[in-house]
């Protein structure tokens, strides 16, 4: 597939007129579009309400006396490549460094960044696959999900095309990276935004440090040097290995993202016109990657919808329409599940799982880093995994309360409910098109998931409702019995359990997820909600808060 990187067509900034008090101003893009991801059928037939038949994105640009963007346009591609421009508009440099984050590259252009965070990430997010999965992934998208990033995408590199290096804001004014995407390197982006409450608890020293007991993690210089520079740079790189034990033991709480919110669903018995209504309240930075971005994306006909989402995303994820509104909050449920490993005795990468024995597999990667020299410092680091996912260094992350790898004849490893992205996007379109609680509920009914929130929701008709629409890993009642019990004898494993780590036997099939209809994430019918008249509402409690306030 043609990436879209060539340079587009300028909007005619001459268009921009005053449009009175609530329209301050308007004006019309236009980019350059292949076809090439058009359709997801065997033919080259175009679907025009996702893609310009004419191989030419088209958006209109309105734009409040506030600076809300209301983007029109004939098709959901071109839709989506308004949005990115206005987004790039407001927000390149974060929108730029969000992008080089995806791709390991922090410490390329930014050093190794306090604490060398940015060395610990950027091979913690390679470990991850969070890049190579969405060059994985991006083939098996829906024509829907493409038409979006690829649109936005496009609007993105619009705006940076036709904005001079010296013209952009002080924050990343002629900066290198500061440079043209791809779609799969904002789909990566998205892979990120998906675990924040799971990888990415983890991509601050844990997979940095997870080797076995007497092995060292320290990464290796593909160019090495010797004499003084030489003892410097061990140095340093023992330094790091220290840093990455710290941010591997700094989070004692995994259910604590740092994120909140809090959501009212009112339905038609507690309106005066009984009809429903939505208070959405989240508590989001105002600054950074993770600030809200309000839009309106219109193509008539096929969508039309309002709200705030998270800067990158081509579709607004707290929105509402002509019949319906969601809003999110942060759920209690799980995202990920710990698995203590049985390891073979004497071989620390070989596991045995029901009486078979399992290889732990390795792959090796490479980051470059900005050491203030002519050129850059090239590190080369080994990292570990098992059927689950990444390997952990499970004493880092509890504090001593798991041994080490190989210390005890375990390892540990994790397996991420977030680690596969490709319906990501899909949801959310679904809901916004969708224009009764039918509908809505459908959405999840096909295994639909906003990752790490439940969802509020209020209707036209009266409804008010509630469902834990998060990726919450499906285990048997075999599995979840076992951990009851072992809560219930094992103060220790009751710890972990309260602090956000369920741990599983690896040794064992009967604690693997159930895959099941949704690719073993709980299914719609075993999801926490609730359907009511009167009200609904959650602030990050438990789903047993729906309808009560918790102090």
Not at 26 to 51: H, K, P, R, T, Y
Request: a negative charge; aromatic letters at 10%.
């Amino acid at each position: 597939m043609k990436s879209l990187r060539k340079p587009f067509r300028s909007a005619d900034k001459s268009a921009l007129k005053a449009a009175g008090v609530a329209l301050a101003s308007s004006f019309l893009i236009a980019g350059c579009f292949d076809g090439s991801s058009s359709s997801s059928d065997s033919d080259s037939s175009v679907n025009e309400q996702l893609f310009p038949a004419d191989g030419t994105f088209e958006a209109t640009i309105r734009r409040t006396t506030n600076g809300v963007p209301h983007v029109k346009a004939d098709n959901l591609a071109s839709a989506a490549f308004g949005a990115g421009y206005a987004q790039t508009q407001d927000n390149v440099c974060l929108l730029a460094e969000a992008i080089v984050k995806a791709r390991s590259e922090r410490a390329k252009y930014f050093g190794p960044g306090p604490d060398d965070i940015n060395v610990i990430n950027d091979f913690s997010y390679k470990a991850q696959k969070i890049l190579s999965g969405a060059e994985e992934e991006y083939p098996n998208l829906s024509a829907e999900t493409r038409a979006m990033i690829e649109g936005f995408a496009a609007g993105y590199n619009q705006y940076v095309n036709e904005t001079a290096p010296g013209d952009l804001p002080s924050e990343c004014r002629d900066q290198p990276w500061v440079k043209e995407i791809t779609p799969v390197d904002l789909f990566a982006h998205y892979r990120i935004v998906g675990q924040y409450a799971s990888g990415a608890l983890f991509a601050t020293g844990a997979v940095f440090v997870a080797v076995p007991d007497g092995e060292s993690p320290l990464p290796t210089p593909v160019a090495s040097v010797t004499g003084t520079e030489g003892k410097e740079q061990e140095s340093d790189l023992k330094r790091m290995v220290a840093n990455a034990h710290t941010g591997a033991s700094s989070q004692t709480d995994f259910q604590d993202i740092g994120l909140g919110s809090n959501a009212w669903g009112i339905g038609g018995d507690m309106s005066e016109q009984g009809k429903g209504a939505l208070l959405a309240n989240p508590h989001f930075p105002y600054t950074g990657h993770r600030r809200l971005y309000q839009v309106q994306l219109t193509v008539p006909g096929y969508l039309n919808t309002n709200g705030a989402g998270l800067l990158g995303t081509a579709i607004p994820l707290i929105n509402f329409n002509e019949n319906l509104a969601w809003s999110h909050t942060v759920t209690t449920s799980r995202r990920f599940t710990l698995y203590e490993l049985t390891l073979k005795d004497g071989d620390n990468f070989t596991y045995i799982k029901d009486g078979e024995e399992k290889p732990i597999t390795s792959e090796t990667y490479q980051i470059e880093v900005n050491t203030g020299g002519p050129a850059p410092l090239v590190l080369e680091k080994t990292f570990y995994f098992s059927e689950y996912g990444p390997m952990l260094a499970a004493d880092a992350v509890t504090g001593g309360a798991l041994p080490a790898w190989g210390a005890n004849g375990t390892a540990y490893t994790y397996r991420d409910a977030n680690a596969g992205t490709e319906k990501l996007l899909d949801t959310w379109l679904q809901m916004s098109r969708a224009s009764n609680l039918d509908e809505f509920q459908a959405v999840f009914e096909n295994c639909g998931t906003t990752f790490w929130t439940n969802t509020t929701y209020a209707d036209d008709q009266g409804n008010a409702y509630y469902i834990d629409s998060s990726s919450v890993p499906n285990l048997s009642g075999a599995a979840l019995a076992v951990v009851d019990f072992k809560r219930s004898v094992n103060a220790g494993y009751n710890q972990l359990f309260n602090n956000g780590l369920t741990l599983l036997d690896g040794s064992k099939s009967r604690d693997d997820w159930v895959e099941g209809e949704c690719d073993g994430l709980v299914p719609f019918e075993q999801r926490p909600q609730m359907v009511r008249t009167d009200w609904v509402q959650n602030s990050n409690d438990s789903y047993w808060s729906t309808t009560r306030i918790s102090s």
